[in-house]
């Protein structure tokens, strides 16, 4: 099996192009177990009414219906392939229009997908607790400290918390709490992304603990759904919201039109290497074998090195 590495902001995952019937839950779980650098498996196949239908797939086998760093770079995939500038790639709950855009740094190809649907209801995450139907900017009871949270789905499930420099610096709070949502809890019976925002001068940081996954050094829907809130709150402005992450930084736009949000995630889809992939018999047999090496990752580094003075403040 043909793989391609891949990454958005260093969440990183192998990029698969066939057909539907894979075990993926498996195959992603083999795929962790031999690199353990990836986050997930991202699948490419033919919609019967988009340019190609994209599946994720974390690394613990569960399918999530929606990665915003994945979904750029199947963008970059498939608009390759297709020798085109924007496409519409169809996603678990909605068809997502992708492009292709300029450059910020040379040699880091750069994509922008739309971020959707959007909902506070508790329902669509789903998160049960008492009566309420929306959960926004408010600590809550059941957990230690004052930290102001708020709960969106976009559409996968994220609970996003507004968090000072000392918690930031420090993720044992947010390891726990997330370790929790994520395993046998009364609030989140499917688990939930786990994100800890703090204000920086150039806009905002963002850590995030994922479901199924663990810290990733980013991840897309998270810094899309931190931006809404961001901006909702009044820590930034509407409109380009430059979101830094361990990873890297992107720049989520967030407009609002009559109680309705437009997310766009604008940032690099990096290209790590082609690899062959051969299955053995248990989880632990099977090997990876790197079989086209790629050179995108050196510009990538400097693009990072270029933009690390903005998070100084947080290491
Ligand atoms: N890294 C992704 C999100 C992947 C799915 C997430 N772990 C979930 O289960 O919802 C992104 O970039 O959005």
């Not at 770079?73 to 790639?89: D, K, L, S, T, Y």
């Not at 766009?264 to 079989?291: I, M, P």
Request: with cysteine.
């Amino acid at each position: 099996m043909e793989l391609l590495k891949v990454h958005g902001s260093m969440n990183t995952f192998f990029l698969y192009e066939g057909s539907d019937r894979e075990d993926f839950p498996q195959l992603t779980k083999r795929l962790a177990a031999l690199d353990p650098e990836i986050d997930g498996l991202l699948t490419v196949s033919p919609s019967i009414h988009a340019d190609a239908k994209m599946r994720v797939f974390n690394t613990d086998g569960s399918e999530a219906s929606m990665c915003g760093n994945g979904l750029r770079c199947v963008a970059r995939f498939v608009c390759e392939r297709e020798g085109a500038e924007q496409a519409v790639i169809e996603t678990m709950k909605a068809d997502l229009a992708v492009q292709k855009e300029r450059e910020v740094d040379a040699g880091v190809k750069m994509y922008g997908v739309e971020i959707s649907p959007v909902s506070f209801r508790l329902a669509d995450l789903p998160m049960a607790f008492e009566d309420h139907t929306e959960w926004r900017h408010r600590a809550l009871p059941f957990m230690d400290g004052e930290i102001p949270f708020t709960a969106v789905a976009v559409p996968n499930p994220h609970l996003i918390g507004i968090v000072g420099k000392e918690l930031q610096k420090d993720p044992s709070h947010q390891e726990k709490w997330a370790a929790y949502f994520n395993g046998e809890n009364p609030y989140f019976s499917d688990g939930v992304n786990l994100s800890y925002v703090t204000p920086i001068k150039q806009g905002i940081f963002v850590r995030t603990y994922e479901r199924g996954v663990g810290f990733t050094d980013a991840c897309g829907t998270a810094m899309t759904a931190s931006a809404l809130v961001s901006c909702l709150v009044g820590l930034v402005p509407f409109g380009d919201v430059s979101v830094f992450n361990p990873g890297g930084m992107v720049n989520c736009s967030v407009k609002s039109a009559d109680g309705h949000y437009q997310l766009k995630l604008s940032g690099n889809a990096t290209y790590l290497g082609g690899y062959r992939f051969h299955a053995g018999t248990s989880l632990a047999e099977g090997g990876l074998e790197l079989v086209k090496p790629m050179d995108e990752q050196p510009a990538y580094e400097r693009f990072i090195e270029k933009i690390s003075s903005a998070t100084a403040e947080l290491r």
